[in-house]
């Protein structure tokens, strides 16, 4: 949901598919071997049974379409290839279609193990397996939705509960917390951290602590938000979330916790 990348975003070819090369197949090969086990490890278990009935592909980079039939038949969603970073009213109005944008490039090898923008690793492995769980997709659907008739600023506050909902979020599981954000489960690095270190705040999910709270792109996350469930999201989907913003607004932004730690 921004303006500049530094990758340039792969074309599908007439029929609709994307040619990637032997080397960007290795690479998706290597991502998804290695996460393997922190997934197994630190996934919530929904997540990790979306992940087996999507059957996403370890030995190559899948077609968008591909997944898409999958998620048609589950909760009626498909995948849609996008440049990396698109703005904010493009990825609002394709939400609320059920159209989840996937960046359609792959990390180069000096970029393996962080990546500040999302591509295409990160999208069907962190994003398109709960996209079949029905509560989940209907939040997301719900999200897209209300930014669609949020204001620019508004927007800028949405954009926080998405961070840490649909990609940072963590969920109480009867094996402990776990971990369900894309940006979590698709990162090597984040996924054993946000469940093992003692140093972060884990704090109990509430929509307009999480609107008041400031993020950043390009380090581990201080704070996490931790669901009791799915249906929490599924019902604040069926909430306005517009007069939330509002609420929060009068509250005004929390002092960052990155710089809390940081200090």
Same mark, same amino acid.
């Given at each position: 949901?921004?303006?500049?990348?530094?990758?340039?975003?792969?074309?599908?070819?007439?029929?609709?598919?994307?040619?990637?090369?032997?080397?960007?197949?290795?690479?998706?090969?290597?991502?998804?071997? +290695?996460?393997?086990?922190?997934?197994?490890?630190?996934?919530?278990?929904?997540?990790? *049974?979306?992940?087996?009935?999507?059957?996403?592909?370890?030995?190559?980079?899948?077609?968008?379409?591909?997944?898409?039939?999958?998620?048609?038949?589950?909760?009626?969603?498909?995948?849609?290839?996008?440049?990396?970073?698109?703005?904010?009213?493009?990825?609002?109005?394709?939400?609320?279609?059920?159209?989840?944008?996937?960046?359609?490039?792959? +990390?180069?090898?000096?970029?393996?193990?962080? !990546?500040?923008?999302?591509?295409?690793?990160?999208?069907?492995?962190?994003?398109?397996?709960?996209?079949?769980?029905?509560?989940?997709?209907?939040?997301?659907?719900?999200?897209?939705?209300?930014?669609?008739?949020?204001?620019?600023?508004? *927007?800028?506050?949405?954009?926080?509960?998405?961070?840490?909902?649909?990609?940072?979020?963590?969920?109480?599981?009867?094996?402990?917390?776990?971990?369900?954000?894309?940006?979590?489960?698709?990162? *090597?690095?984040?996924?054993?951290?946000?469940?093992?270190?003692?140093?972060?705040? +884990?704090?109990?999910?509430?929509?307009?602590?999480?609107?008041?709270?400031?993020?950043?792109?390009?380090?581990?996350?201080?704070?996490?938000?931790?669901?009791?469930?799915?249906?929490?999201?599924?019902?604040?989907?069926?909430?306005?979330?517009?007069?939330?913003?509002?609420?929060?607004? !009068?509250?005004?932004?929390?002092?960052?916790?990155?710089?809390?730690?940081?200090?």
């Amino acid at each position: 949901m921004a303006s500049q990348s530094n990758y340039i975003a792969r074309k599908a070819n007439t029929d609709g598919s994307i040619h990637y090369t032997d080397e960007e197949h290795a690479r998706w090969q290597l991502l998804r071997s +290695r996460q393997q086990k922190h997934l197994e490890s630190y996934a919530a278990p929904v997540y990790l *049974r979306t992940l087996d009935q999507l059957e996403i592909p370890e030995d190559h980079i899948p077609q968008c379409s591909e997944v898409s039939e999958r998620l048609l038949d589950a909760t009626g969603w498909q995948i849609v290839p996008v440049p990396a970073l698109i703005d904010f009213q493009t990825f609002f109005d394709l939400l609320a279609r059920k159209r989840f944008p996937a960046a359609s490039f792959i +990390r180069s090898e000096e970029d393996m193990d962080y !990546l500040p923008e999302p591509d295409i690793f990160h999208e069907i492995l962190g994003h398109t397996p709960l996209l079949t769980d029905p509560d989940y997709a209907s939040f997301v659907e719900a999200y897209g939705k209300a930014g669609c008739r949020a204001s620019h600023e508004e *927007r800028v506050w949405l954009a926080r509960l998405f961070w840490f909902t649909v990609e940072f979020g963590l969920l109480h599981t009867d094996d402990g917390i776990k971990a369900f954000g894309a940006g979590i489960v698709s990162s *090597r690095t984040e996924l054993p951290y946000s469940i093992e270190d003692q140093t972060v705040e +884990r704090q109990p999910f509430d929509e307009i602590e999480i609107l008041r709270t400031p993020y950043r792109i390009d380090q581990l996350q201080p704070v996490y938000f931790v669901l009791d469930s799915f249906e929490q999201l599924l019902q604040l989907g069926q909430k306005d979330l517009i007069p939330m913003i509002s609420e929060a607004r !009068l509250m005004e932004l929390k002092s960052p916790a990155f710089e809390r730690k940081a200090s």
